[in-house]
């Protein structure tokens, strides 16, 4: 990416319009933070509800403050261990921060991206870049400059590709502005990091209750526009015997060595078994599932452990599975 790309998409942000940007988790769609007219065109943009908040991506710790309003220790020590990175903190916001930007709540989503694009455009740009997943809402979330063209096409006044993003999953969000530590959505930072750096118990609240408290949080997220259904590993290949000859092919997702019946409308994909790597190919095999038109996609539920928290929560909601 050169310096033109960079200066010509802080330019583009200045003067209220939108960026698409690659971070280490999704690409994201970007606007300035303080400019509401902006934040109102990632909405439209992206068809999502206004009562969803936004999560405003910084250059570094210094501009935490004035987004801010109360910085617990443990924030500087998740910052210390995780930023930049996949991890966003939710803490209460200065008063100025617009109410559009936090869904009219008194807490804010801050997140450092590493990725080497994203940084370059905060720091030519110098202020908060609002930037929620450069997809429509409830789509599978982009991870190449490719999925963006193909979810927002024109509404994008510029697209940033810095090549396939290598988390592949939304980034962890942990509320920081109660009593105690809450993880709202889990990423590919769980809970036991977050408890070894803090040094205190963290809970996880991922469900809808009331209101929405950060994004992604919809029980029906993530997801491809084919029906997809998620299954544990002995109920597979009889699901797949009782499906009709003469309807379209299946697509089948595992991570296991699970034996499938031979069967000829059956595409069979095995992603990895280890959970880093099955995550950052999960959204890219989705969207390619997906764009094939099968009758269904079914997915074969993943172990139990906290490793795969974030995957499992992302398959939930990519099959409608209330959590």
Known sequence: MNKVDIQKAAEILRAGGLIALPTETVYGLG???RNETAIRRIFAAKERPFDHPLIVHLADFSQVPAWAREVPPAAIQL?????????????????????????????????????PVAQAVLQEFGHGIAAPSANKFTHISPTTADAVHEELGAKVDLILDGGEC????ESTIVDLSGKMPVILRPGMINAEAIEKVIEQPVKSEQSEIHFVRVPGTHHVHY?????SILLDSNNIPAFLQSLRADDLPAAVITHSKLVLPDLKKIHHVNLPEE?????????????????????????????????????????????????
């Not at 008194?106 to 990725?115: A, E, F, S, V």
């Not at 997801?223 to 029906?227: H, M, N, R, S």
């Open 166 to 169: 290598d988390v592949g999953l």
């Open 31 to 33: 606007a300035d933070a």
């Open 275 to 323: 959970p880093q790597a099955y995550a950052h190919d999960l959204y890219r095999t989705l969207r390619a599932l997906d764009n094939l038109r099968f009758q269904c996609i079914v997915i074969e539920s993943v172990p139990p452990e906290p490793c795969w928290d974030a995957i499992r929560d992302r398959l939930n909601k990519a099959s409608g599975r209330r959590v």
């Open 223 to 227: 997801a491809p526009v084919t029906p």
């Open 79 to 115: 910052a210390n261990a995780f930023w930049p990175g996949p991890l966003t903190m939710i803490l209460k916001k200065q008063p100025h921060v617009l109410d559009i930007v936090t869904g009219n709540q008194d807490t804010i989503g801050l997140r450092i991206p590493c990725h």
